[in-house]
């Protein structure tokens, strides 16, 4: 089954404690992202990534870090996570080119206390 | 600056009674407009891509339609089982690289029996 796999889908931490939110398709695809959605405020990308070791700021990247050394894995990292970054975080991902939809994962919910 | 509104926030139908959201969008060269359900607790789902103005696209009770300036959503005797919050996204031409979804707010459907 075509899907996009985020792990974990919850996860309480404490403000300063580094954590890594994986995420995993297996499509082939080509082009992958980070959006975190909160409410009133809509999806906002924070990276994305057009292949493997090619990354890019989305919108909101402040506080957030990427890789892609596999074109399967889109790591999220967030080094000294802040209670502002309290969100639900979703990873898609689709084709290159234009008109290609994304597909999403179910989301992962964070709360930096 | 590009940017994407829905309208309504929120609609509450009667199960049967057709009704449509709409997205207006201010985009400097659009190359799609993608509508996407979202359902508590998961990601967005694809439903539609729209290229062109003039464009329809159906799919069992949904119908998605495109002009200059917005699209629509209409909803032909809803059932409960639609009620979701539904999203639409833009695509703009960047020149180059594939052009990243700017996202409206969403509108929360709900259909009640």
């Known amino acids: 089954e075509a899907q996009v796999t985020q792990n974990p889908r919850y996860l309480i931490t404490v403000t300063g404690k580094k954590l890594t939110v994986t995420c995993s398709q297996n499509?082939?695809?080509?082009?992958m992202s980070w959006y975190r959605q909160d409410p009133g405020l809509g999806l906002r990308q924070i990276y994305y990534s057009m292949n493997v070791e090619v990354t890019d700021k989305g919108d909101v990247p402040e506080g957030y870090k990427v890789s892609r050394k596999e074109k399967r894995n889109f790591p999220l990292i967030l080094e000294s996570p802040s209670p502002n970054q309290t969100s639900l975080y979703f990873c898609a991902s689709s084709r290159t080119g234009y008109n290609q939809p994304q597909h999403f994962g179910d989301g992962t919910r964070l709360s930096i206390l | 600056e590009d940017q994407v509104t829905q309208s309504p926030e929120a609609l509450r139908l009667q199960e049967g009674e057709s009704s449509s959201l709409n997205c207006s969008y201010t985009?400097?060269?659009?190359?799609?407009l993608f509508w996407y359900r979202q359902d508590p607790g998961k990601g967005p789902e694809f439903l539609f891509t729209?290229?062109?103005a003039g464009e329809e696209k159906e799919k069992e009770r949904l119908k998605a339609t495109l002009t200059k300036k917005e699209s629509f959503l209409h909803i032909t005797a809803p059932k409960p089982e639609d009620s979701a919050t539904y999203l639409c996204a833009v695509q703009a031409n960047y020149g180059g690289s594939q052009g990243n979804l700017i996202f409206g707010k969403g509108t929360k459907l709900s259909v009640k029996p």
């Open positions: 499509m082939n695809h080509e082009y």
């Open positions: 985009v400097s060269g659009l190359r799609g």
């Open positions: 729209l290229y062109s």
